[in-house]
């Protein structure tokens, strides 16, 4: 699936990269300019940045659900993240209308 149309990025490059930055160090913050400069491009509408964020949530769950760490931090973590998401997120949309959301 398409992700970012301006720079033609699928959801795999970017989960690749996801993987690829947490084999590095599992427990930084990834955030999607980390994962765009990893793959040597930029945001440019970033309309796209709420999918990524998803994204790397989703990528960094079951990153750590398959490592040996205790997943029960990284998914309270996680939760933490995906709350703020809802709550910060969803009320401003970046600035788009509702409509015209990807995410």
Known sequence: M???HCNIITEK???QAIIDLLDIDPWQLIVPA???HSLKKRGRC???FPNVVETIIRVTE?????SEVDGADVVSHLDRV???RVEYGSKFHEGRK???RAA
């Open 82 to 84: 995906r709350g703020l």
């Open 2 to 4: 398409l992700i970012c």
């Open 98 to 100: 509702a409509s015209h």
């Open 13 to 15: 490059e970017i989960e």
């Open 62 to 66: 079951k990153y750590h659900a398959r």
């Open 34 to 36: 980390k994962v765009y």
């Open 46 to 48: 970033c309309g796209c």
